[in-house]
Nanobody
Framework: VQLQASGGGLVQAGGSLRLSCVAS????????MAWFRQVPGKEREHVAG????????YYANSVKDRFTISRDVAKNSVYLQANNVRPEDTAVYYC???????????????WGQGTQVTVSS
């Protein structure tokens, strides 16, 4: 199983960016996909999640109403649209796949390599 994340970069506060994660190597129809983020010295934290088959979404309070998670079944991809970004959103963002939804990173079996997002003030 491979998860390939992309789309990070440098963005000004108040701006937008879109992260993508392409999944391959298995049937994800019974899975949950999620985005986490991590800054140096801190635990990897949950950002958003989505159920692959039923399209139910979940968000951390810190990103609710600013970030949107979505998936494209045909492309085996999950996306994170980040709007009105803030300096505190700066982190390495990881996509993950698991068999059930949880905010606990240990629930997830597969991880992408991470993509850096830097928000300048």
């Amino acid at each position: 199983v491979q998860l390939q994340a992309s789309g990070g970069g440098l963005v000004q506060a108040g701006g937008s960016l879109r992260l993508s994660c392409v999944a391959s190597g298995r049937d994800f129809s019974t899975s949950v996909m999620a985005w986490f983020r991590q800054v140096p010295g801190k635990e990897r934290e949950h950002v958003a999640g989505i159920t692959w088959s039923t399209n139910i979404t979940y968000y951390a309070n810190s990103v609710k109403d600013r970030f949107t998670i979505s998936r494209d079944v045909a492309k085996n991809s999950v996306y994170l649209q980040a709007n009105n970004v803030r300096p505190e959103d700066t982190a390495v963002y990881y996509c993950a796949a698991g068999s059930r939804y949880s905010e606990n990173r240990r629930t997830y079996d597969y991880w992408g390599q991470g993509t850096q997002v830097t928000v300048s003030s």
